[in-house]
C-alpha cells in the first residue's frame, strides 16, 4: 500500500484513500512534510529533485520531503523521511515546527496538482553536506546556499527552485532563523 495515501478534507480529516498517481492527477487535498536543514553558519541545504520526479523534476526543494503515509503523523513522517532520504537519523525534539500551510500548486511541466496540507520544520544540521547519503530515485544532489545570497538570486538561479520553495525560504524561513534563538554551536 506505500503508494496510497490519506485524502483529508478541509479540516485535515482523514475522508479516504486514493494512488498517489491519481491524487496529483486530480489534485485531491492530502498530506506532506518539508524539513529545512540550517547549517550553524546560517545556510540552507536543498534537495536537488531526480530529473524524472513526477512533480517538479531536476529543480531544488526542501533538504526532505515527504507524503504522510496511512497510519503515520506529520512528525513520524518527517523522522521516517529525513533517514531515508538523507541517512541522518533524528528524535522528535530534534525537529523545530515553523508552521501549518495548505498549498496548491500546479506543475505545468508534468501536468500534476499538490493540494496538500504541509507541516514545515527546521532541523540544525552540524555534519557535512557530503556526508548525507542520496537516495538515487529521489535526489540527485544536495546542494548549501547561504542566507544571505538567497534574497540576491539572478533570474537564472531563481530557475533552478521549486517557486513556491523559493518564496518560502526568501520570507517565511529567512524570518524564522533570524530570530531563532538557539545555539547553533553546540
Do not use: C
Not at 475522508?15 to 487535498?29: A, D, F, N, P, V
Not at 537519523?89 to 495548505?102: H, P, Q, R
Amino acid at each position: 500500500m506505500k503508494n496510497v495515501l490519506n485524502i483529508v478534507n478541509e479540516n485535515d480529516e482523514i475522508i479516504g484513500q486514493e494512488t498517489r498517481e491519481k491524487i496529483h492527477k486530480s489534485g485531491l487535498l492530502h498530506r506532506e512534510i518539508h524539513i529545512y536543514f540550517i547549517t550553524p553558519n546560517k545556510e540552507i541545504i536543498f534537495q536537488h529533485r531526480a530529473k524524472d520526479k513526477d512533480t517538479f523534476p531536476n529543480l531544488l526543494d526542501a533538504t526532505v520531503g515527504g507524503h504522510v503515509e496511512i497510519g503515520d503523523s506529520y512528525e513520524q513522517t518527517a523522522i521516517k523521511e529525513t533517514e531515508e532520504e538523507t541517512g541522518i537519523k533524528i528524535k522528535a525534539n530534534d525537529l523545530i515546527f515553523i508552521s501549518k500551510v495548505k498549498i496548491y500548486s500546479e506543475d505545468k511541466m508534468s501536468k500534476t496538482i499538490n493540494n496538500v496540507f504541509r507541516f514545515q520544520y527546521a532541523y540544525v544540521y552540524r555534519g557535512n553536506v557530503q556526508d548525507l547519503k542520496i537516495e538515487p530515485e529521489e535526489i540527485s544532489g544536495f546542494e548549501v546556499w547561504p542566507l544571505d545570497k538567497l534574497a540576491r538570486l539572478t533570474d537564472d538561479e531563481k530557475k533552478k527552485f521549486i517557486p513556491r520553495v523559493l518564496r518560502f525560504v526568501t520570507t517565511e524561513l529567512r524570518n524564522f532563523i533570524e530570530n531563532l534563538r538557539i545555539n547553533y554551536e553546540s
